[in-house]
């Protein structure tokens, strides 16, 4: 069968599980494995073709280390080519990488320039002379990850915060000068659940508690996770409440917001586009796992982590990228339970890089060499400035997922999944592989 023969088969049955999936929420996975059983009998092993030193690479590796799923291929105009290949449609554990998916499910619901609006209100009918809110005034959750007080915005977050300063002052220049009833923290648009499915207890170190509404990415003044998100956020509230000359008295408690209240005071983040830069820069957990309650809510109407990644799938699913063994389990990587392969992180990039009034955000998220992640890899000044990448590493696996350039301006899309022991050399081999496609050594390959 001939490469364009193969995608026109694989568009077939992709276009059925479009189908499937409206009548249901998920189809089966017997299903799915249609669209790649040809994908999955061409590459079953390396790569076949014209031999060249990235598929060399790649082999050599594999030889010692089998447990991998990698797939390279060269964007060229009449469509992939695939210049290396080990198993590339073996789901395996994806370590940070799913911060790709991530990423494109959260720019695919609510689009790049999307802000998250934090606001203040007020009761229907508490509203009195001379500014004064005579009751609780109720802050509400809108799942914004940056939401964060100036200091820790500058110390933690890039700069990139949402100033709870900003909405201090926003609720004294509309108007109010006291509130009387203390302040009452609506975090229910996302569910109870504090860390992801499936976690170790150890990683509530890696990723605070998760919270419809989130200050300081639920850390402490010292650094520790907040005992309660909603609790910690009223209080920084009305700390630059305060300070931006509103009085506040009575306490500050979990709760719901009024019914037909009005808005005394309203903040919004930086766009979505720079959130997810800054998630993959830094390969943040606690912004990863926040979108995906995002795309849960923003998508589907429930602020829960099975629903972000229920609707992940399905994104992708619909783009014909889903493999029948793929699983997403969070948004951030840390368990152990997701399963990605290399075919549906090229296929991801793929997309991206069609479709650049959303994709071009998603490549220019991931560091390049020697920055973010990349710190001490990929800083030579043949590959530096042509790689978007993002990394991953969690005990027993290694990955690495981007986008090159090579000298001659030739695109190229790449994944490596290595579940080993030997991380070292699984990442000498990676930089290896992407440092040979910046170089041009894989231009011509067939």
Request: hydrophobic share 40%; proline share 6%.
């Amino acid at each position: 069968m001939t490469a364009p023969a193969l995608c026109a088969g694989a568009g077939a049955v992709a276009s059925l599980l479009v189908v499937v999936s409206a009548r249901h929420r998920r189809p089966p996975r017997a299903l799915i494995a249609l669209a790649t059983a040809g994908a999955l009998a061409l590459a079953s092993g390396a790569a076949t073709g014209q031999s060249n030193p990235v598929a060399s690479t790649v082999d050599a590796f594999a030889k010692k280390n089998p447990t991998m799923s990698v797939l390279v291929q060269r964007l060229d105009p009449s469509g992939p080519v695939t210049v290396a290949a080990w198993k590339p449609d073996t789901s395996l554990a994806p370590a940070s990488t799913m911060k790709i998916i991530t990423a494109a499910s959260t720019l695919l619901t609510v689009g790049p320039e999307f802000r998250f609006t934090t606001r203040l209100e007020a009761g229907p009918d508490s509203t009195g002379p001379g500014g004064t809110v005579s009751g609780p005034a109720y802050l509400i959750g809108a799942g914004d990850p940056m939401l964060a007080t100036r200091a820790y915005s500058r110390a933690n977050l890039d700069r990139l915060g949402t100033p709870l300063e900003e909405l201090a002052r926003n609720v004294r220049d509309q108007g109010t000068t006291r509130i009387t009833g203390g302040v009452v923290v609506d975090e229910t648009l996302f569910d109870r659940e504090r860390m992801g499915p499936m976690w170790k207890s150890s990683y509530r170190w890696e990723c605070p508690p998760l919270s419809g509404i989130a200050t300081n990415q639920n850390r402490s003044n010292n650094g520790s996770n907040v005992a309660s998100p909603a609790i910690a956020a009223g209080q920084r509230l009305v700390a630059a409440l305060r300070k931006a000359g509103v009085s506040v008295s009575g306490r500050v408690r979990a709760g719901r917001d009024a019914p037909g209240g009005k808005i005394i005071g309203q903040v919004r983040s930086e766009p979505v586009a720079r959130i997810v830069r800054f998630m993959n820069l830094h390969s943040d957990n606690f912004t990863a796992e926040v979108l995906t309650k995002d795309v849960g809510v923003y998508g589907a109407g429930i602020g829960a982590t099975r629903t972000g990644t229920a609707r992940a799938e399905n994104l992708l699913l619909e783009r014909g990228i889903l493999k029948a063994t793929d699983n997403f389990v969070d948004g951030s990587g840390l368990s152990h339970s997701n399963r990605v392969s290399a075919s549906t992180l090229v296929g991801v990039l793929r997309d991206a890089h069609a479709h650049p009034q959303w994709g071009r955000v998603l490549i220019d998220s991931m560091p390049q060499g020697g920055e973010g992640t990349l710190i001490r890899r990929l800083r030579g000044p043949a590959v530096r400035y042509r790689v978007h990448a993002k990394t991953g590493y969690i005990n027993g696996v290694a990955s690495l997922a981007g986008t090159v350039t090579s000298r001659a301006g030739v695109p190229y899309a790449f994944a490596f999944l290595m579940n080993t022991s030997d991380v070292r050399g699984a990442q000498t081999t990676m930089d290896r592989a992407v440092t040979l496609l910046a170089t041009g050594r894989a231009d011509s390959a067939s």
